[in-house]
């Protein structure tokens, strides 16, 4: 059966931040998948985290609001062009599209429930009165939030982002990536942002055709996820772990498990909203990526799911250990020997000789390793974490999501 003619099948969760729950704060990320006739659309957004943000959660609803009808407005353009005119309509229309009507959903929200005073009150305590005046001037930046999303249809794989978060596609192998590029203004706390003018020019994307249009997974994540790792390397991991888990278990018991990893990953990392959408291809392409978890197995608790595969590094490592000290053991005698002081001379009694303490194996695990997110047990640390119709915007080069104060260069900006 040819790749392009399997059907893509979608999962998705979003979790409230372990911060979030303590403090306080509702879930600001949204997500949605949904298929129809064939095209497989995925999107997931993050709203800021910064007081003028206010309104960020809607922002973020409305955000994949306007990413679905807009990728499925434009599904047939996609299936109907070359792959020059596919990369056209992902780097120009595309972005027109979502921005624009993003606005226009903004703007009637704002029209049936209009910024109060309690509002802007809450955003100079936090922020200071420069702060509120922006919100004044330009009240979609209540609603400040990033985009990830994706369109898959026959031949054809595209994939856009507006700010932070991660995009991976996973192949047959296991290999996971990152094909959309990178933005070198995502610096720290800072974030291009779908409330500033001029957005649709800050969106990033690429269309995939033929077979790299049809990898294993595709995964769209909030930055909460990323940031719950020690190291980008590991990120990658969970592409590979999720590809194992689908191919041992099967999509609906990821599924269900899929809620409690995310939030697992939360509190044992980030402490962010964690949001992740995944479209699933043929993922009995290939033999499973020599995870070892036996195909009838139980899938288990988030906290299993996360160790898996490390609990298999673990065996090895004291199986190793092991065979180091039934060496040892059998060679006690000889190693003794060359601890052996020499008698003092003089004396008919030997010298009391110090030992040096034998060193410990270096297992290559971190301490909490039990208690890492999926599949990269050793990387969980916790971590302190252009429409005609805008009006008149603020420019900032990038959005500080956590209400840090902004640099000379973002122009006082979100």
Known sequence: MPAESVAWRTLGASVRGASHVRDGLPNQDAQSCATRGGVTVAAVADGHGGARHFRSADGARLAVQAAHEALFALAPAFAAADPAARAQLAAAELPMRVVSRWVQLAQADLAERPINAEELAGVEASEGGDAAASVRADPLLAYGATLLAALALPGALVLAQLGDGDMLVVDADGNAARPVPHDERLRGSFTTSICRAGAE????????????????????????????????????????????????????????????????????GSGDDITLAMLVGDVQAASPTNSGLPAAAPLGPPNAVHTTL????????????????????????????????????????????????????????????????AGAASAAVLVQPASASAGARSDPQATPKKGRAASANSNNGS
């Open 201 to 268: 020019g800050d969106f990033r994307s690429i269309v995939l055709c033929g077979n790299e249009a049809r990898p294993a997974l595709v995964l769209l994540s909030t930055d909460g996820y990323a940031n719950s790792f020690r190291a980008d390397t590991d990120y990658l991991k969970v592409g590979t772990d999720f590809l194992d888990l689908l191919r041992c278990h099967g999509l609906a018991a990821v599924e269900q498990q899929l809620s409690g990893i995310l939030e697992h990953a939360s509190t044992h």
């Open 310 to 373: 490390a609990r298999q590094r673990q065996v090895i490592v004291l199986l190793l250990v092991a065979l180091l000290a039934v060496v040892g053991w059998t060679q006690r005698q000889r190693l003794a020997a060359l601890w052996q002081p020499e008698p003092a001379r003089g004396s008919g009694v030997p010298e009391v000789m110090w030992t040096p303490e034998k060193p410990v194996a270096d297992t290559g695990l971190a301490p909490d390793s039990a208690a890492s997110p």
